[in-house]
């Protein structure tokens, strides 16, 4: 899965499981709101059965005060009653402490109901039933928030299979491009090799004006050629090839590598200044380095403007290649290193070149720093 | 003495009581003395009026001044017995009476 594919299945997972998330927690907020309401008034209706069934027993006992007043006793349930002042008159509840400004309240695991009764037998103004609290809405709470972990889950399972089927195309495309990439370069192998070779035997001393510009054309076609080449190497050959890592000097790298670009500078007539202010030595692969510095400098001489500089500064720790082209935004900054992207159609290339450089730099847990202005040009700074 | 002290807050418990009891016993008792009468009495008043509180002040109410309105018994029952006479007692006394008709016979004290 490359990078860019899994930032959209993140992106995409996101926003749909965000929305979704609110969704289902406003149903469960609505679902568990409703069922609490339900079961409180079932549970009020239960426990005014209860203050009933006690209310007919006081009666009974008032109306045959003459025998012995033995206040009634239930299981499933504790009552009291209370006169009008709300004083207590008989209790089987623990708690004689009741809350007389709620009709219905819960307390120490322990659901109560008051009931206002007339007329006063044995002097009771108001019944009160205490029935142990049988965790309903815990058990609901429960229930509501598995269920919509259950559904959170088979939406993150269809969001993800559904952002693979769309991508699908996409993947294949690249995939496609890839081949084809690979399969040229096997096939330009030969050409570019008998082209290089024979250029170099060529004595361009020995050439007339005329034709040693024409030559030089030839030359200039041919090393561009020659890079993309070498990147679409890289890229095709990059997992079977391991690193042969040395300390390799980076001016004298680069001094090498401007010069080779030399024919190129030529050709936009820019200049350009290798500024040493100190020795950078880096332990990395030869060939890895010199498709940085490459890539670099060919980007440098693509997007700069004719008859301007290059300017490269090697530091201790690093090293900057700027260029007086167009500069980017951020926005175009923030894609650079993803590969296939390019900003500026009337440019040659793949597109590859940044990711090649992005590819190396991480492997290598180096930095690269892009500073760039609209209409000042870009500086890009490789650092330890 | 030490072994006084108990005895004393006894004594000062008890006497008020008693006071209470005597005063309902001197005032009330010669007419009223049916214990049934004394209990269907308190029966209603504990039925209209609930609390100590309101049931001895209907009581001092009435017994002030006597009704038909004011009674809480029936209408047969006022019609064999008829409507007492107000009252000749003092307010002092007549609530010491009432309360301790209350004490002797409210219906609280009998819940088991």
């Known amino acids: 899965m490359s990078s860019a594919e899994r930032k959209s299945i993140i992106n995409v997972l996101v926003l749909y499981l965000t929305s979704t998330i609110l969704l289902v927690s406003i149903l469960a907020y609505s679902y568990y709101n409703y069922e609490t309401e339900q079961i409180e008034i079932q549970e009020k209706r239960v426990m005014i059965e209860d203050a009933k069934e006690v209310f007919t027993k006081i009666q009974t006992l008032h109306n045959n005060q003459f025998l012995q007043l033995i206040y009634p006793r239930f299981k499933e349930f504790n009552s009291a009653i209370y006169d009008i002042d709300k004083y207590l008159i008989y209790s089987t509840i623990n708690d004689t402490k009741i809350d007389f400004s709620k009709s219905i309240y819960s307390k120490d695991g322990y659901k ?22 049988e965790s309903l809405l815990t058990q609901l709470g429960i229930k509501i928030i598995m269920l919509s972990v259950f559904i959170i889950f088979i939406i993150i399972i269809t969001s993800i299979f559904l952002v693979r089927l769309i991508l699908k195309p996409i993947r294949d495309n690249l995939n496609l491009l890839d081949r084809f990439i690979k399969d040229t370069t096997h096939e330009l192998n030969t050409p570019i090799s008998t082209i290089l070779t024979n250029i170099e035997l060529i004595d361009s001393a020995n050439l007339d004006l005329k034709v040693e510009k024409k030559f030089n054309r030839i030359k200039t076609a041919s090393l561009t050629i020659s890079n993309i080449y070498e ?11 391991s690193s042969q890592n040395v300390d390799v000097d980076i001016n004298t790298i680069v001094k090498q590598r401007v010069d080779y670009f030399n024919i190129l500078f030529e ?11 100190d020795n950078f030595i880096l332990n990395i692969d030869n060939k890895k380095i010199t498709r940085v510095i490459d890539n670099l400098i060919s980007n440098a001489i693509k997007y700069t403007k004719k008859s301007t500089n290059i300017n490269i500064i090697i530091e201790k720790n690093n090293f900057k290649i700027c260029d007086q082209g167009d500069g980017m935004t951020a926005m175009q900054i923030s894609k650079i290193f993803e590969r296939y992207t390019r900003f500026d159609d009337t440019q040659g290339g793949f597109g590859i070149g940044y990711n090649i450089v992005y590819t190396i730099v991480k492997e290598y847990n180096l930095n690269i720093d892009i500073n760039s202005i609209i209409d000042e040009g870009t500086c890009v700074t490789i650092s330890q | 003495m030490c072994y006084n002290k108990p005895i004393k807050i006894v004594l000062i418990t008890l006497i008020p ?13 010669n007419c009223h003395f049916q214990q049934m009468q004394l209990q269907i009495f308190m029966s209603k008043y504990t039925l209209k009026y609930s609390s100590q509180e309101r049931i001895e002040k209907a009581i001092y109410d009435y017994i002030k001044n006597p009704s038909k309105e004011t009674s809480v018994m029936p209408f047969g029952f006022l019609r064999r017995f008829g ?30």
């Open chain 2, 83 to 112: 409507i007492k006479e107000p009252t000749t007692l003092d307010d002092i006394e007549l609530k010491k009476a009432i309360n301790g008709y209350y004490k002797q016979y409210n219906l609280k004290q009998f819940i088991k």
């Open chain 1, 267 to 277: 050709s936009k007539n820019i200049k350009v200044s290798i500024i040493e202010n």
């Open chain 2, 17 to 29: 009581v008693s006071i209470w009891a005597n005063s309902f016993k001197k005032n009330c008792l």
């Open chain 1, 231 to 241: 990147d679409l190497v890289f890229l095709v050959l990059n997992h079977s090839v």
């Open chain 1, 112 to 133: 109560y109901f008051i009931y206002e009764v007339k007329p006063y037998y044995l002097g009771s103004a108001y019944i009160v039933i205490e029935r142990k609290n």
